[in-house]
């Protein structure tokens, strides 16, 4: 069974840091390009970042352009986003997804089956 489970979320003062995890069970996360979303009240799910299979090319929205990086780990079957100087306009719930037929399109690829999320509140 695919399952995909997101941590490391919390409450985070402005320009605080906080890295989310996407750890990956009954297959193997490096097979997929990963990307991670995230919705806030009363908006849209839109694409935060995202990183390949071929080469670990990555990209990012332009909101979070230098202050948040996306890597993985192969041998622990995870992809991590580190977020640094945060900003309250980050408060959401994040998910990771990989690549599929159909879904969300963000940064070249389709992404489905999503995880549960982890909260991200960013408030002094």
Do not use: H
């Not at 985070?12 to 390009?33: H, I």
């Amino acid at each position: 069974q695919v399952q995909l489970v997101e941590s490391g979320g919390g409450l985070v003062q402005p320009g605080g840091s906080l890295r989310l995890s996407c750890a990956a069970s009954g297959f193997t996360l490096d097979d997929y390009a990963i990307g991670w979303f995230r919705q806030a009240p009363g908006k849209e799910r839109e694409g935060v970042s995202c990183i390949s299979s071929e080469d670990g090319s990555t990209y990012y929205a332009e909101p979070v352009k230098g202050r948040f990086t996306i890597s993985r780990d192969n041998a622990k079957n995870t992809v991590y986003l580190q977020m640094n100087s945060l900003k309250p306009e980050d408060t959401a719930i994040y998910y990771c997804a990989i690549d599929g037929e159909g879904g969300s399109w963000f940064g070249g690829y389709y992404f489905n089956s999503w995880g549960q999320g982890t909260q991200v509140t960013v408030s002094s």
